[in-house]
């Protein structure tokens, strides 16, 4: 718990033995915010400790802070606490802050993969019915004629597209398979 002034000065800091902090306890006690804080998050507390204090309401936010090189993601609720200080409960957010970010690229991997998969779906009912056809067509036109020497171009072609369409049903299952 951090009690801050109108100015965003720090008047007290109210915490656990077991509460680990950023800084000190002597360090946070009377110093400036805006020496803590960065800039953008200086700027955030100072307008919700305004509003704070004009309109009686708690306000809450969430804010980033880099330490050590490593960044930590808190959230504040602050409460109006007697005379032009108000009060901020803050918690360590980290944990579900990364949490979210990290479903959020899954969702994201997770749609690239489906448009993906529609695509080769498109793709390969295209080359699927291409050999085919060709086997349909010529297993027809076998069918209808007398000429051996025509039949057996006409059986090459057919063997030729089965070849084809197999090899493009293998190709299928085994990427089905390491899918």
Avoid at 75 to 94: E, G, K, S
Avoid at 97 to 112: I, T, Y
Wanted: net charge negative; charged share 30%.
């Amino acid at each position: 718990v951090f009690v801050f002034d109108k100015d965003f000065v720090i008047r007290d800091v109210i915490m656990s033995s077991s509460a680990q902090l950023l800084h000190t306890r002597d360090e946070l006690l009377g110093a400036d915010g805006r020496l803590i804080y960065s800039p953008e998050v200086s700027e955030l507390f100072i307008e919700n400790i305004q509003e704070c204090l004009s309109d009686g309401k708690q306000r809450e936010i969430e804010y980033p802070l880099e330490s050590d090189g490593q960044v930590y993601y808190f959230q504040a609720r602050l409460v109006p606490y007697l005379d032009n200080l108000v009060m901020a409960i803050i918690h360590d957010i980290t944990d579900r802050v990364l949490r979210f970010k990290e479903l959020q690229k899954a969702k994201k991997d997770s749609e690239e993969a489906d448009k993906a998969k529609t695509v080769f779906l498109s793709n390969m009912s295209h080359e699927i019915r291409t050999p085919l056809n060709a086997i349909v067509g010529f297993a027809e036109l076998l069918v209808g004629t007398d000429d051996n020497e025509e039949k057996a171009i006409y059986k090459e072609i057919i063997q030729k597209n089965t070849a084809q369409l197999l090899q493009l049903v293998e190709e299928v299952l085994d990427l089905s398979r390491m899918e």
